[in-house]
């Protein structure tokens, strides 16, 4: 069964950094571009980056709202596509989804971050 | 940026209504528009793709239409398990954007 799941959500002080990482199952996730998607409480969907397909990893891409503060990228081995959180705000308290291909055709669970002191 | 305008922004319904969404974007993006349903709680989930093909396992009452700037998503006999909020997305260009959500209720 294709499948997405995320981890390494949780509580973070301002500031603080938090790395979330998607597992994909049932297929191979380099053969694909992988996003983030952010939710938070009450409000619509936004997307937060994309990293493309290729074997060596891929170009990416950021929104203008993390931009200079996250990083994604993949491990091969592993099947798995991380995002890298630096310089944690409270607007970036959410559920985070990863997301597979440009479409988003398949959605992990999600993973709630809360920036809070 | 695209923009992605979503309207309406929330609307009342009964079963069996026919109800449509529409989004437009700030400039042409061909086909690549996807729509998606969120139940409360729940995971998004995929409805339409390439602005009109079918996910999958998706009841045939939702349809999707448009090309180049206006886009509209079709419930031809809304159910109970519709009530729900739904977004349109664009992914022809970096950044990707969502529409704001229509969240359609019960009447």
């Known amino acids: 069964e294709v499948q997405l799941l995320e981890s390494g959500g949780g509580l973070v002080q301002p500031g603080g950094s938090l790395r979330l990482t998607c597992a994909a199952s049932?297929?191979?996730?380099?053969?694909?571009?992988m996003s983030w998607v952010r939710q938070a409480p009450g409000k619509g969907l936004e997307w937060v980056s994309t990293?493309?397909?290729?074997?060596?990893?891929?170009?990416?891409s950021y929104g203008d709202s993390v931009w200079g503060r996250v990083t994604t990228f993949r491990d091969s081995s592993k099947n798995t596509v991380s995002l890298q959180m630096n310089d944690l705000r409270a607007e970036d308290t959410a559920v985070y989804y990863c997301?597979?291909?440009?479409?988003?055709?398949?959605w992990g669970q999600g993973t709630m971050v809360t920036v809070s002191s | 940026d695209i923009q992605m305008t979503q309207s309406p922004s929330a609307m009342s319904a009964s079963v069996g209504d026919r109800v449509s969404i529409t989004c437009r974007a700030s400039?042409?993006?061909?086909?690549?528009l996807a729509w998606f349903q969120q139940r409360p709680g729940k995971v998004p989930k995929r409805l339409i793709y390439?602005?009109?093909s079918l996910q999958s396992g998706v009841p045939s009452r939702f349809s999707g239409s448009g090309s180049g700037t206006e886009f509209t998503l079709t419930i031809s006999s809304l159910q109970p398990e519709d009530f729900a909020t739904y977004y349109c997305?664009?992914?022809?260009?970096?950044?990707?954007?969502f529409g704001q959500g229509t969240k359609v209720e019960i009447k």
């Open positions: 997305l664009q992914h022809d260009s970096y950044p990707l954007t």
């Open positions: 997301a597979r291909d440009r479409g988003f055709d398949i």
């Open positions: 049932g297929f191979n996730c380099n053969n694909y571009d």
């Open positions: 400039q042409g993006i061909s086909n690549h």
């Open positions: 390439a602005s009109s």
């Open positions: 990293i493309n397909r290729g074997v060596n990893g891929g170009t990416t």
